[in-house]
């Protein structure tokens, strides 16, 4: 192969060699003119001009051809380099395309840049004719108006499944006031109240599961809570929303409150890991719930005797437990298991730590630790009752212990008419004096005998409060102003 | 119970756990109790520490004696429920519990109707 640079300084020596045959063609015949004799001159002479001026001819015709061929040479030589720029520039665009260019504009697209932006950003680096950079921007064009309308597809999806997820929450929490209302209509009757509170634990957990479907959808779970809850109540909440309850044992508790929107989230978090330590460990053992006051927050343990985890399984739901945005809805597969996704999923969205390490049992023992901005001062701080669900009620109610204060009522006990009033105003209930036997209740009962006999008053129907009571637990709702005992205000003043 | 205090529709908005979560799941006592709505409770020691609340509740509440339907009232507990967690306390001693005194002695109705029907017959 001759290169281009090669052939033209050969050029005036490649165009004088063509002479050389006819040359010597030429110094044969004059040799073989005067060679031969006199007589055979002519025709020789003849011959060998004939003989030369044809290899002459031939040889320039040679010589041209070569020449031409040499130019073609060079064309197609120059052409194949060019081809092979291209060539070089076509394939580095095109790894640029898959290394730098889709991922980056497939990040974007996420971030849910425009597309004409998207289309910028994959504007080749290199010059390339507008054929192939009109080519190269179609096809981002169209892969970006595919993703784009597959993210489309999912997103509608998704709110198609947190639309779902929201009704059937909306459903279950209408079912669970329903079925709190009938619990109270049915407390007097065991049978319908033990059905009662089987399908109020059902609810429950239908609940749970709609509130995971809500979360992994990217929504809240569950309904909202205005203000701070205990954090005892919390942990029952979420016992409450698992099927085997029982099997859980709440020890201490860490005296606070959450804080009412973070109620949910907490109460959900933890029935998921409650649930996987019930799920995963034998049926007859006990699963312990503590929480405890740390540095950093309020830490909640749960410890199970189960199997424990092998290396391979924590690995795995350490990966799912730190993936970024948790499981997605797409690819749960058949059997999904929702549990530490949404635990995740949670964890990342209101700065829960969670961690699950092998147990002292041999179980594994999950911790999650709820930041200190959720927590608030429990609301009733100290005391056992003030932990209590029902605490305000309770506190307030706490007057027929606190009666006996009460000097002034204690001579008015057989005054026919009104019921004394309570330092709120409001009536006091009445009590007869048959009941309040002295004998009857604690071995200490002595040291408090100047208190029992001081709240009695005088003698009522006995049955009268009962029914009004009954028909209170009944829903129908009686005329407030009786001389029953009603349960709003005291308790304002005792706090 | 009264007009504009707790009504059970409006659950209060301090309340996360069902009431099935109190009694442990067990919603009957096993031993048929005594204890009807009228049956009074009275305290017997100091409340334990380590009491679930709604046990403290109770122990505090009954320093003086309460029948079953007014603690029932007051920790707005349906009745069914408080069974099992007075039952609970009755059993570690904690609340001792006294059956009303009886309003009158009246016959058994199985003797007035056997006696009704005897009248009848003759």
Request: without cysteine; positive net charge; hydrophobic residues 40%.
């Given at each position: 192969m001759v290169g281009t640079g090669s052939s033209a300084p050969r050029r005036p020596v490649s165009a004088l060699i063509w002479l050389i045959s006819p040359l010597v063609l030429a110094v044969c015949t004059v040799t073989a003119v005067l060679e031969v004799t006199p007589a055979a001159r002519a025709p020789v002479a003849w011959c060998g001009a004939a003989a030369t001026v044809a290899v002459a001819l031939a040889a320039s015709e040679a010589a041209r051809r070569g020449r031409v061929i040499a130019g073609l040479r060079r064309r197609h030589a120059e052409r194949e380099a060019l081809l092979q720029y291209r060539l070089d520039q076509h394939d580095a665009e095109t790894w640029r395309f898959a290394r730098e260019v889709m991922p980056e504009a497939l990040k974007l697209m996420r971030h849910g840049a425009p597309t004409d932006q998207v289309v910028r950003v994959t504007i080749p680096a290199h010059e390339l004719e507008p054929g192939f950079a009109a080519a190269h921007r179609s096809?981002?064009?169209?892969?970006?108006?595919?993703?784009?309308?597959?993210?489309?597809?999912?997103?509608?999806?998704?709110?198609?499944?947190?639309?779902?997820?929201?009704?059937?929450?909306?459903?279950?929490?209408?079912?669970?006031?329903?079925?709190?209302?009938?619990?109270?209509?049915?407390?007097?009757?065991?049978?319908?109240f033990g059905d009662l509170l089987h399908l109020d634990h059902g609810n429950a957990l239908t609940g749970r599961l709609a509130d995971s479907i809500a979360v992994l959808g990217g929504s809240r779970p569950g309904r909202q809570w205005r203000s701070e809850i205990p954090l005892y109540n919390v942990l029952r909440g979420a016992m409450s929303r698992i099927l085997e309850y029982r099997r859980v044992d709440l020890h201490s508790v860490a005296d606070v409150a959450v804080v009412g929107p973070a109620v949910e989230p907490v109460i959900h978090a933890l029935a998921e890991l409650l649930d996987n330590a019930t799920r995963y460990s034998p049926p007859q053992t006990r699963v312990h719930l503590t929480a405890v006051d740390i540095q950093s927050g309020i830490a909640v343990e749960i410890e199970d005797a189960g199997?424990?985890?092998?290396?391979?399984?924590?690995?795995?739901?350490?990966?799912?437990?730190?993936?970024?945005?948790?499981?997605?809805?797409?690819?749960?597969?058949?059997?999904?298991?929702?549990?530490?996704?949404?635990?995740?999923?949670?964890?990342?969205?209101?700065?829960?730590?969670?961690?699950?390490?092998?147990?002292?049992?041999?179980?594994?023992?999950?911790?999650?630790?709820i930041p200190p901005n959720l927590i608030t001062a429990s609301k009733f701080p100290g005391g056992d009752i003030a932990r209590a669900p029902k605490l305000p009620p309770a506190k307030k109610r706490r007057r027929p212990g606190s009666i006996p204060v009460q000097p002034s009522a204690a001579p008015i006990m057989d005054s026919p008419i009104p019921p004394p009033l309570g330092d709120s105003?409001?009536?006091?209930?009445?009590?007869?004096?048959?009941?309040?036997?002295?004998?009857?209740?604690?071995?200490?009962?002595?040291?408090?005998?100047?208190?029992?006999?001081?709240?009695?008053?005088?003698?009522?129907?006995?049955?009268?409060?009962?029914?009004?009571?009954?028909?209170?637990?009944?829903?129908?709702?009686?005329?407030?102003?009786q001389g029953r005992p009603t349960s709003d205000n005291p308790s304002d003043k005792e706090e | 119970m009264s007009g504009p205090g707790p009504d059970p529709t409006a659950q209060p908005p301090g309340n996360p756990d069902r009431l099935y979560i109190l009694t442990g799941g067990q919603t009957r006592p096993e031993a048929k109790t005594e204890l009807d709505l009228v049956t009074l409770i009275v305290t017997r020691s100091e409340s334990d520490p380590g009491l679930q609340p709604e046990h403290t509740a109770v122990v505090r509440m009954c320093d003086f004696p309460l029948s079953v339907a007014e603690i029932s009232a007051y920790l707005e507990l349906p009745v069914s429920t408080l069974t099992p967690l007075l039952t609970e306390l009755l059993s570690k001693g904690e609340v001792e519990a006294r059956p009303p005194v009886p309003t009158a002695a009246l016959p058994d109705v199985q003797l007035l109707e056997a006696v009704m029907n005897g009248l009848q017959k003759l």
């Open positions: 096809i981002v064009r169209s892969v970006i108006e595919a993703v784009q309308a597959e993210e489309a597809l999912r997103d509608a999806a998704h709110r198609a499944f947190v639309n779902i997820a929201r009704r059937m929450q909306a459903i279950v929490h209408q079912q669970a006031y329903d079925i709190r209302d009938m619990e109270h209509k049915h407390g007097n009757n065991p049978d319908v199997v424990g985890l092998t290396d391979e399984a924590r690995r795995r739901t350490d990966r799912v437990l730190s993936k970024e945005g948790g499981l997605d809805l797409d690819d749960l597969g058949e059997s999904p298991r929702l549990g530490l996704a949404v635990v995740s999923r949670l964890a990342n969205t209101y700065d829960f730590l969670v961690s699950l390490r092998p147990s002292a049992y041999g179980g594994v023992r999950a911790v999650l630790v105003g409001l009536p006091q209930r009445r009590r007869r004096r048959g009941p309040a036997p002295l004998p009857f209740g604690r071995a200490a009962a002595a040291q408090r005998t100047p208190a029992p006999p001081a709240p009695e008053e005088p003698p009522v129907q006995p049955g009268l409060w009962l029914a009004a009571f009954t028909s209170g637990i009944n829903g129908e709702m009686p005329v407030p102003d | -």
